[in-house]
């Protein structure tokens, strides 16, 4: 294969990752899921979008701060997330956070809402480690993966 057919296949492949995965134009998400957005979350500004596989994530700010959506292609806000300070973290996460996390820092801490549940997560690091982590509101570990 001579390097400009392997130029044009290389462009060609990378052109088509993007469309399933990664940063969109506003005008690439469907209707029902921007004005889901606008719906939910009126206040909201500085708004990008990524896809990720058949869902569209949004990063906004409502005032400010920060906040992510999660939609499905028709506008169902699947789960959504803001940062908090830590004085908002439930004194059950705080106290656990103390008592097995001694000499971490906390940092990014956010509340993360789904399916009617309220949760916790947090980052937590030393110089040498680092731990993502998602607490129910009582103070005990999720079953849910740390949404980045």
């Known amino acids: 294969?001579?390097?400009t057919a392997f130029a044009i296949l290389l462009l060609a492949s990378s052109l088509c990752?993007?469309?399933s995965e990664g940063d969109i134009e506003p005008r690439d998400v469907p209707?029902?899921?921007?004005?889901?957005l606008?719906?939910?979350f009126p206040n909201s500004s500085?708004?990008?979008w990524e896809k990720?596989?058949?869902?569209?994530?949004a990063e906004f700010k409502v005032d400010t701060v920060a906040y992510a959506a999660l939609f499905n292609g028709s506008?169902?806000?699947l789960k959504y997330k803001h940062a908090i300070r830590e004085a908002e973290l439930s004194g059950e996460v705080?106290?656990?956070i103390r008592q097995k996390f001694s000499g971490y820092k906390l940092d990014e801490p956010e509340k993360l809402l789904k399916d009617g549940s309220t949760f916790y997560q947090v980052e937590l690091e030393t110089t040498t480690k680092e731990e993502k982590l998602v607490f129910l509101t009582n103070g005990q570990r999720a079953p849910l993966s740390y949404w980045d």
């Open 75 to 77: 506008g169902k806000l």
């Open 94 to 96: 705080t106290t656990t």
């Open 17 to 19: 990752s993007c469309e």
């Open 38 to 40: 606008l719906t939910i």
């Open 31 to 36: 209707a029902e899921t921007r004005q889901a």
């Open 52 to 57: 990720k596989g058949s869902e569209y994530e």
């Open 1 to 3: 294969m001579n390097s």
């Open 46 to 48: 500085y708004i990008e």
